[in-house]
Protein backbone atom coordinates (compact mmCIF):
# COMPACT_ATOMS: atom_id res chain seq x y z
CA UNK A 1 0.00 0.00 0.00
CA UNK A 2 1.51 3.38 -1.02
CA UNK A 3 0.84 6.32 1.53
CA UNK A 4 0.23 9.58 -0.11
CA UNK A 5 1.04 13.10 1.68
CA UNK A 6 0.54 16.50 0.97
CA UNK A 7 1.76 19.21 3.05
CA UNK A 8 0.92 22.91 3.10
CA UNK A 9 4.32 23.42 1.57
CA UNK A 10 7.04 20.94 0.66
CA UNK A 11 10.54 22.12 -0.02
CA UNK A 12 11.25 20.74 -3.91
CA UNK A 13 15.20 21.71 -3.77
CA UNK A 14 14.53 25.27 -5.52
CA UNK A 15 11.24 26.41 -2.84
CA UNK A 16 8.41 25.74 -0.80
CA UNK A 17 5.59 24.89 -3.15
CA UNK A 18 2.45 24.64 -2.66
CA UNK A 19 0.24 21.72 -3.68
CA UNK A 20 2.95 19.15 -4.28
CA UNK A 21 2.23 15.58 -3.27
CA UNK A 22 4.86 12.88 -2.23
CA UNK A 23 3.89 8.67 -3.07
CA UNK A 24 5.76 6.92 -1.21
CA UNK A 25 5.94 2.91 -1.84
CA UNK A 26 5.16 0.32 0.16
CA UNK A 27 8.83 -0.14 0.80
CA UNK A 28 9.33 3.28 2.59
CA UNK A 29 10.91 5.09 -1.01
CA UNK A 30 9.63 7.74 -2.83
CA UNK A 31 8.12 6.79 -5.86
CA UNK A 32 6.66 10.37 -7.05
CA UNK A 33 6.68 13.94 -6.18
CA UNK A 34 4.40 16.66 -7.68
CA UNK A 35 1.20 18.60 -8.52
CA UNK A 36 -0.37 15.19 -8.79
CA UNK A 37 -4.23 16.21 -7.53
CA UNK A 38 -4.74 12.65 -6.16
CA UNK A 39 -7.48 12.32 -4.19
CA UNK A 40 -6.13 10.00 -1.32
CA UNK A 41 -3.37 11.99 -0.43
CA UNK A 42 -3.23 12.73 3.32
CA UNK A 43 -3.42 16.57 4.09
CA UNK A 44 -0.57 17.60 6.21
CA UNK A 45 -2.69 21.11 7.03
CA UNK A 46 -0.45 23.63 8.78
CA UNK A 47 2.98 21.53 8.13
CA UNK A 48 5.64 21.92 5.95
CA UNK A 49 7.76 19.23 4.53
CA UNK A 50 11.48 19.29 4.01
CA UNK A 51 14.54 16.52 3.31
CA UNK A 52 15.01 14.57 7.05
CA UNK A 53 18.01 16.03 8.38
CA UNK A 54 21.83 13.81 8.02
CA UNK A 55 23.86 14.05 11.09
CA UNK A 56 26.89 12.62 9.20
CA UNK A 57 29.04 12.60 12.47
CA UNK A 58 28.19 11.43 15.55
CA UNK A 59 29.75 9.30 18.86
CA UNK A 60 25.95 9.09 20.39
CA UNK A 61 27.76 7.52 23.97
CA UNK A 62 28.70 10.98 24.33
CA UNK A 63 25.48 12.21 25.32
CA UNK A 64 26.30 10.94 28.91
CA UNK A 65 28.52 13.75 28.90
CA UNK A 66 25.80 16.44 29.41
CA UNK A 67 26.81 19.26 32.16
CA UNK A 68 30.26 17.41 32.63
CA UNK A 69 33.11 19.10 31.97
CA UNK A 70 32.07 23.02 31.94
CA UNK A 71 33.93 24.24 34.90
CA UNK A 72 37.50 24.95 35.13
CA UNK A 73 38.30 25.27 38.48
CA UNK A 74 42.51 24.54 37.41
CA UNK A 75 42.15 27.22 34.36
CA UNK A 76 41.04 27.15 30.87
CA UNK A 77 40.57 23.74 29.68
CA UNK A 78 40.90 21.74 25.77
CA UNK A 79 40.36 19.19 24.01
CA UNK A 80 42.44 17.21 25.46
CA UNK A 81 41.30 17.96 29.07
CA UNK A 82 37.99 17.58 27.71
CA UNK A 83 39.07 13.51 26.23
CA UNK A 84 40.00 13.07 29.58
CA UNK A 85 35.80 13.22 30.74
CA UNK A 86 35.15 11.58 28.06
CA UNK A 87 37.79 8.18 28.80
CA UNK A 88 36.30 8.27 32.31
CA UNK A 89 32.78 7.90 30.54
CA UNK A 90 33.88 5.12 28.64
CA UNK A 91 35.80 2.95 31.69
CA UNK A 92 31.79 3.70 33.55
CA UNK A 93 29.98 1.88 29.83
CA UNK A 94 28.62 -1.31 29.73
CA UNK A 95 26.36 -2.86 26.88
CA UNK A 96 23.27 -1.90 28.59
CA UNK A 97 24.10 1.68 29.41
CA UNK A 98 25.39 2.19 26.19
CA UNK A 99 22.11 1.19 24.48
CA UNK A 100 20.38 2.82 26.94
CA UNK A 101 22.32 6.36 25.97
CA UNK A 102 22.71 5.60 21.97
CA UNK A 103 18.82 5.21 22.25
CA UNK A 104 18.05 8.66 23.82
CA UNK A 105 20.83 10.67 21.69
CA UNK A 106 18.70 9.13 18.49
CA UNK A 107 15.66 10.05 20.52
CA UNK A 108 16.89 13.35 20.39
CA UNK A 109 17.96 13.58 17.42
CA UNK A 110 14.62 12.68 15.79
CA UNK A 111 13.18 15.48 17.93
CA UNK A 112 15.57 17.75 15.93
CA UNK A 113 14.59 16.77 12.64
CA UNK A 114 17.46 14.12 11.97
CA UNK A 115 16.48 11.20 10.43
CA UNK A 116 19.62 9.62 9.27
CA UNK A 117 23.04 9.44 11.52
CA UNK A 118 26.46 8.20 10.66
CA UNK A 119 27.62 7.07 14.08
CA UNK A 120 31.01 7.05 14.07
CA UNK A 121 31.50 4.01 16.20
CA UNK A 122 34.82 3.24 17.85
CA UNK A 123 33.63 2.50 21.33
CA UNK A 124 33.62 -1.69 20.75
CA UNK A 125 34.45 -3.77 23.74
CA UNK A 126 32.64 -4.32 27.28
CA UNK A 127 35.21 -6.55 28.11
CA UNK A 128 38.99 -6.73 26.03
CA UNK A 129 38.33 -7.97 22.56
CA UNK A 130 34.86 -8.91 22.98
CA UNK A 131 33.22 -6.23 20.49
CA UNK A 132 30.04 -6.47 22.90
CA UNK A 133 29.19 -3.03 22.56
CA UNK A 134 28.93 -2.86 18.58
CA UNK A 135 25.50 -4.59 19.01
CA UNK A 136 24.45 -2.23 21.51
CA UNK A 137 24.37 1.07 19.09
CA UNK A 138 22.64 -1.06 16.28
CA UNK A 139 19.50 -1.97 18.72
CA UNK A 140 19.34 1.88 20.05
CA UNK A 141 19.40 2.56 16.31
CA UNK A 142 16.35 0.33 16.05
CA UNK A 143 14.42 1.17 19.03
CA UNK A 144 14.07 4.68 17.98
CA UNK A 145 13.91 3.75 14.04
CA UNK A 146 16.95 6.53 13.38
CA UNK A 147 18.43 5.02 9.89
CA UNK A 148 21.93 4.54 10.64
CA UNK A 149 25.02 4.23 8.85
CA UNK A 150 27.14 2.62 11.15
CA UNK A 151 30.74 4.17 10.84
CA UNK A 152 32.89 1.37 11.78
CA UNK A 153 36.06 2.39 13.19
CA UNK A 154 39.43 0.79 12.74
CA UNK A 155 41.49 2.02 15.85
CA UNK A 156 44.89 0.30 16.50
CA UNK A 157 47.20 3.21 18.08
CA UNK A 158 47.25 5.99 20.69
CA UNK A 159 49.11 8.11 18.11
CA UNK A 160 51.86 7.38 15.08
CA UNK A 161 53.86 4.35 16.49
CA UNK A 162 52.10 4.44 20.18
CA UNK A 163 49.98 1.47 21.65
CA UNK A 164 46.50 2.23 22.91
CA UNK A 165 46.51 3.27 26.94
CA UNK A 166 43.76 2.88 29.54
CA UNK A 167 40.53 3.56 28.29
CA UNK A 168 41.78 3.13 24.30
CA UNK A 169 41.90 -0.46 24.76
CA UNK A 170 38.27 -0.68 24.70
CA UNK A 171 38.48 1.14 20.85
CA UNK A 172 41.02 -1.69 19.63
CA UNK A 173 40.96 -3.39 16.54
CA UNK A 174 43.76 -5.05 16.69
CA UNK A 175 44.28 -6.32 13.29
CA UNK A 176 42.80 -5.71 9.93
CA UNK A 177 41.73 -9.28 9.24
CA UNK A 178 39.95 -9.31 12.48
CA UNK A 179 38.23 -6.25 11.78
CA UNK A 180 36.79 -7.38 8.46
CA UNK A 181 35.83 -10.12 10.09
CA UNK A 182 33.85 -8.67 12.89
CA UNK A 183 32.35 -6.33 9.57
CA UNK A 184 31.17 -8.89 7.99
CA UNK A 185 29.13 -10.33 10.82
CA UNK A 186 27.80 -6.86 11.78
CA UNK A 187 26.69 -6.83 8.13
CA UNK A 188 24.70 -10.02 8.43
CA UNK A 189 22.55 -8.69 11.71
CA UNK A 190 21.60 -4.88 10.43
CA UNK A 191 18.05 -4.33 9.47
CA UNK A 192 18.48 -4.31 5.68
CA UNK A 193 16.00 -1.52 5.17
CA UNK A 194 17.58 0.92 7.69
CA UNK A 195 20.93 0.44 8.21
CA UNK A 196 24.30 -0.04 6.34
CA UNK A 197 27.68 0.37 7.09
CA UNK A 198 30.77 2.97 6.10
CA UNK A 199 34.72 2.03 6.98
CA UNK A 200 36.07 4.71 9.70
CA UNK A 201 39.63 4.49 10.59
CA UNK A 202 39.80 6.74 13.23
CA UNK A 203 42.31 9.58 12.50
CA UNK A 204 46.26 9.40 11.58
CA UNK A 205 46.44 8.90 15.37
CA UNK A 206 44.83 5.91 15.25
CA UNK A 207 45.83 4.17 11.73
CA UNK A 208 49.13 4.52 10.24
CA UNK A 209 49.38 5.04 6.14
CA UNK A 210 49.68 1.76 5.24
CA UNK A 211 46.65 0.54 7.14
CA UNK A 212 44.75 2.97 5.40
CA UNK A 213 45.16 2.61 2.30
CA UNK A 214 44.86 -1.20 3.12
CA UNK A 215 41.16 -0.08 4.65
CA UNK A 216 40.30 2.31 1.64
CA UNK A 217 41.09 -0.04 -0.84
CA UNK A 218 38.91 -2.38 0.81
CA UNK A 219 36.24 -0.37 1.65
CA UNK A 220 36.15 0.58 -2.28
CA UNK A 221 35.89 -2.42 -3.54
CA UNK A 222 32.84 -2.91 -0.90
CA UNK A 223 30.99 0.51 -2.02
CA UNK A 224 31.27 1.63 1.40
CA UNK A 225 31.83 5.17 2.29
CA UNK A 226 35.08 5.52 4.00
CA UNK A 227 35.15 8.41 6.87
CA UNK A 228 37.99 10.04 9.13
CA UNK A 229 38.98 12.20 11.75
CA UNK A 230 40.86 14.56 10.06
CA UNK A 231 43.21 18.07 11.61
CA UNK A 232 40.57 18.56 14.17
CA UNK A 233 43.91 19.30 16.92
CA UNK A 234 47.22 21.38 16.19
CA UNK A 235 49.03 18.50 18.29
CA UNK A 236 47.45 16.01 15.59
CA UNK A 237 49.29 18.15 12.78
CA UNK A 238 52.46 18.13 14.97
CA UNK A 239 52.80 14.63 15.40
CA UNK A 240 52.07 13.92 11.75
CA UNK A 241 54.64 16.22 10.57
CA UNK A 242 57.14 14.17 13.81
CA UNK A 243 56.36 11.33 11.98
CA UNK A 244 55.40 11.23 8.44
CA UNK A 245 57.19 15.01 7.14
CA UNK A 246 53.85 16.14 6.20
CA UNK A 247 50.07 16.93 7.34
CA UNK A 248 47.34 14.34 8.17
CA UNK A 249 45.49 15.34 5.31
CA UNK A 250 48.53 14.90 2.81
CA UNK A 251 49.38 11.49 4.11
CA UNK A 252 45.77 10.14 3.78
CA UNK A 253 45.35 11.64 0.32
CA UNK A 254 48.63 10.23 -0.54
CA UNK A 255 47.52 6.94 1.18
CA UNK A 256 44.13 6.58 -0.75
CA UNK A 257 45.90 7.81 -3.61
CA UNK A 258 43.87 11.50 -4.01
CA UNK A 259 40.06 9.36 -3.82
CA UNK A 260 37.01 10.40 -2.73
CA UNK A 261 36.60 10.70 1.26
CA UNK A 262 34.56 12.17 4.34
CA UNK A 263 36.66 14.40 6.37
CA UNK A 264 35.70 15.23 9.75
CA UNK A 265 36.80 18.69 11.04
CA UNK A 266 39.51 19.93 8.75
CA UNK A 267 40.06 22.92 11.62
CA UNK A 268 43.49 23.37 10.88
CA UNK A 269 44.01 22.27 7.11
CA UNK A 270 46.05 24.15 4.74
CA UNK A 271 44.59 25.81 1.71
CA UNK A 272 46.16 23.58 -0.86
CA UNK A 273 45.64 20.37 1.30
CA UNK A 274 41.80 20.92 0.73
CA UNK A 275 41.75 22.12 -2.25
CA UNK A 276 43.36 19.01 -3.71
CA UNK A 277 40.72 17.15 -1.22
CA UNK A 278 37.57 18.71 -2.56
CA UNK A 279 39.33 18.40 -5.92
CA UNK A 280 39.21 14.27 -5.43
CA UNK A 281 35.48 14.14 -4.80
CA UNK A 282 36.34 14.88 -0.73
CA UNK A 283 33.64 15.86 1.57
CA UNK A 284 34.66 18.00 4.58
CA UNK A 285 32.43 17.52 7.27
CA UNK A 286 31.85 20.17 10.13
CA UNK A 287 30.29 19.85 13.82
CA UNK A 288 30.25 23.49 14.67
CA UNK A 289 28.22 23.10 18.31
CA UNK A 290 30.95 20.51 18.99
CA UNK A 291 34.10 22.50 17.58
CA UNK A 292 32.48 25.73 19.46
CA UNK A 293 32.09 23.58 22.64
CA UNK A 294 35.68 22.19 22.49
CA UNK A 295 37.26 25.23 21.40
CA UNK A 296 38.70 23.75 18.32
CA UNK A 297 38.83 26.80 15.81
CA UNK A 298 37.03 27.73 12.75
CA UNK A 299 38.68 26.33 9.49
CA UNK A 300 38.92 27.92 6.53
CA UNK A 301 36.20 27.25 3.66
CA UNK A 302 36.44 29.12 1.16
CA UNK A 303 38.30 26.59 -0.69
CA UNK A 304 36.31 24.16 0.18
CA UNK A 305 33.17 24.99 -0.28
CA UNK A 306 33.90 26.29 -4.47
CA UNK A 307 31.90 23.06 -5.19
CA UNK A 308 28.87 23.55 -3.83
CA UNK A 309 27.55 20.12 -1.82
CA UNK A 310 30.86 18.72 -0.30
CA UNK A 311 29.90 20.08 2.97
CA UNK A 312 28.04 17.75 5.32
CA UNK A 313 27.15 18.68 8.80
CA UNK A 314 27.76 15.87 12.47
CA UNK A 315 26.69 16.84 15.57
CA UNK A 316 29.41 14.72 16.91
CA UNK A 317 29.93 14.62 20.90
CA UNK A 318 25.80 15.59 21.18
CA UNK A 319 26.18 18.32 23.78
CA UNK A 320 23.80 19.99 21.75
CA UNK A 321 21.45 18.26 19.37
CA UNK A 322 19.94 20.96 17.18
CA UNK A 323 20.33 20.60 13.84
CA UNK A 324 18.67 23.77 12.56
CA UNK A 325 21.77 25.48 14.92
CA UNK A 326 24.40 23.52 13.17
CA UNK A 327 23.38 24.59 10.38
CA UNK A 328 23.31 28.31 10.98
CA UNK A 329 26.59 27.95 13.34
CA UNK A 330 28.30 26.74 9.95
CA UNK A 331 28.25 29.77 8.24
CA UNK A 332 28.44 32.18 11.83
CA UNK A 333 31.95 30.49 11.89
CA UNK A 334 32.83 32.31 8.34
CA UNK A 335 31.23 35.27 9.86
CA UNK A 336 33.24 35.89 12.99
CA UNK A 337 35.92 34.71 11.79
CA UNK A 338 36.10 36.77 8.40
CA UNK A 339 34.07 39.68 9.65
CA UNK A 340 31.94 39.22 6.84
CA UNK A 341 27.93 38.48 6.49
CA UNK A 342 27.11 35.93 3.33
CA UNK A 343 30.37 33.51 3.83
CA UNK A 344 29.00 30.41 1.93
CA UNK A 345 26.76 31.96 -0.89
CA UNK A 346 25.00 29.06 -3.22
CA UNK A 347 25.70 31.14 -7.26
CA UNK A 348 22.28 33.01 -6.60
CA UNK A 349 23.62 34.64 -3.43
CA UNK A 350 21.39 32.73 -0.99
CA UNK A 351 23.21 31.05 2.29
CA UNK A 352 20.15 29.36 4.01
CA UNK A 353 19.94 26.32 1.02
CA UNK A 354 23.38 26.11 1.35
CA UNK A 355 23.46 25.45 5.10
CA UNK A 356 20.02 23.30 4.21
CA UNK A 357 22.50 21.09 1.65
CA UNK A 358 24.95 20.27 3.60
CA UNK A 359 22.18 19.38 6.57
CA UNK A 360 20.47 16.99 4.21
CA UNK A 361 22.10 16.09 0.11
CA UNK A 362 26.06 16.56 1.60
CA UNK A 363 25.82 14.43 4.80
CA UNK A 364 23.40 11.56 2.61
CA UNK A 365 26.32 11.25 -0.02
CA UNK A 366 28.61 11.67 2.58
CA UNK A 367 27.15 8.51 4.14
CA UNK A 368 26.32 6.78 0.89
CA UNK A 369 22.19 6.39 1.42
CA UNK A 370 20.03 7.63 -0.96
CA UNK A 371 18.74 10.28 0.90
CA UNK A 372 18.57 14.02 1.58
CA UNK A 373 16.31 15.27 -1.18
CA UNK A 374 12.71 14.80 -1.94
CA UNK A 375 12.86 12.77 -4.84
CA UNK A 376 11.72 9.50 -6.85
CA UNK A 377 13.53 6.86 -5.67
CA UNK A 378 14.86 8.31 -2.30
CA UNK A 379 14.45 7.51 0.91
CA UNK A 380 10.73 8.72 2.41
CA UNK A 381 13.04 10.55 5.18
CA UNK A 382 10.92 13.64 5.87
CA UNK A 383 10.72 16.10 8.50
CA UNK A 384 7.11 18.30 9.00
CA UNK A 385 7.62 22.00 10.50
CA UNK A 386 4.97 23.46 12.22
CA UNK A 387 4.34 26.67 10.05
CA UNK A 388 1.85 28.03 13.08
CA UNK A 389 5.10 27.82 15.56
CA UNK A 390 6.00 31.53 16.54
CA UNK A 391 9.11 31.31 15.27
CA UNK A 392 7.56 30.99 11.42
CA UNK A 393 4.09 32.25 11.79
CA UNK A 394 3.33 34.67 8.44
CA UNK A 395 6.47 34.58 7.27
CA UNK A 396 5.98 34.05 3.61
CA UNK A 397 7.23 31.32 1.73
CA UNK A 398 9.71 32.69 -0.06
CA UNK A 399 11.49 33.47 3.41
CA UNK A 400 10.92 30.58 5.06
CA UNK A 401 13.98 28.23 4.84
CA UNK A 402 15.69 32.03 6.30
CA UNK A 403 13.43 32.28 8.87
CA UNK A 404 13.69 28.43 9.67
CA UNK A 405 17.95 27.94 9.44
CA UNK A 406 18.55 31.65 10.94
CA UNK A 407 15.32 31.76 13.60
CA UNK A 408 13.75 28.51 14.19
CA UNK A 409 14.87 26.12 16.78
CA UNK A 410 13.35 22.18 17.82
CA UNK A 411 10.22 23.67 18.99
CA UNK A 412 9.26 23.95 15.34
CA UNK A 413 9.74 20.47 14.43
CA UNK A 414 6.53 18.32 14.56
CA UNK A 415 7.79 15.12 13.86
CA UNK A 416 9.96 13.06 11.37
CA UNK A 417 9.04 10.43 8.53
CA UNK A 418 11.81 7.73 8.10
CA UNK A 419 10.97 5.49 5.26
CA UNK A 420 7.39 6.71 5.49
CA UNK A 421 6.93 5.88 9.19
CA UNK A 422 5.83 8.83 11.65
CA UNK A 423 7.16 9.82 14.67
CA UNK A 424 5.84 12.77 16.77
CA UNK A 425 8.47 14.98 18.40
CA UNK A 426 9.13 14.31 22.37
CA UNK A 427 7.84 10.96 21.67
CA UNK A 428 11.18 9.35 23.82
CA UNK A 429 12.41 5.90 22.21
CA UNK A 430 9.23 4.64 21.33
CA UNK A 431 6.41 6.66 19.41
CA UNK A 432 7.41 4.34 15.84
CA UNK A 433 4.22 4.37 13.91
CA UNK A 434 3.55 1.60 11.40
CA UNK A 435 2.88 2.88 7.79
CA UNK A 436 -1.05 2.64 7.78
CA UNK A 437 -1.51 4.45 10.99
CA UNK A 438 1.08 7.05 9.85
CA UNK A 439 -1.73 7.81 7.01
CA UNK A 440 -4.18 7.93 9.97
CA UNK A 441 -2.34 10.57 11.68
CA UNK A 442 -1.95 11.89 8.08
CA UNK A 443 -5.57 11.93 7.46
CA UNK A 444 -6.67 13.10 11.33
CA UNK A 445 -4.31 16.55 11.11
CA UNK A 446 -6.23 16.86 7.67
CA UNK A 447 -10.04 16.19 9.12
CA UNK A 448 -12.21 19.54 9.68
CA UNK A 449 -10.63 21.47 6.34
ZN1 LIG B 1 34.22 12.77 16.15
Request: glycine share 12%.
Amino acid sequence: MSLVLEAELTWTGAEFAPNVQVVVDGAGRIEQVGALGRADASRLRGLALLPGFVDAHSHAFQRGLRGLGEAFPAGAGSFWSWREAMYALVDSLDGKTLRRLSARAFAEMRDAGITTVGEFHYLHHEREGDFALDQAVVEAAADVGIRLVLLYSYYATGAPGRALEGGQRRFATPSLDGFWHQVDRLAGVLAPDTQTLGIAPHSIRAASPAEIRLLYEEARRRGLPVHLHVEEQRREIEESLAAYGRTPMAVILDAVQGGPFTAVHCTHSADQDLARFVAGGGIVCLCPLTEGNLGDGIPRLARAHAARGRLALGTDSNARLAMLEEMRWLEYGQRLRDEIRGALPDPAGNIAPTLLDAATAGGALALGVPAGRIAPGCWADLVAVDLGAPALADVPRERLLEALVFGAGNEVITGTYVGGRWRERGSGATGIRTRDESSALAGRRGAGK
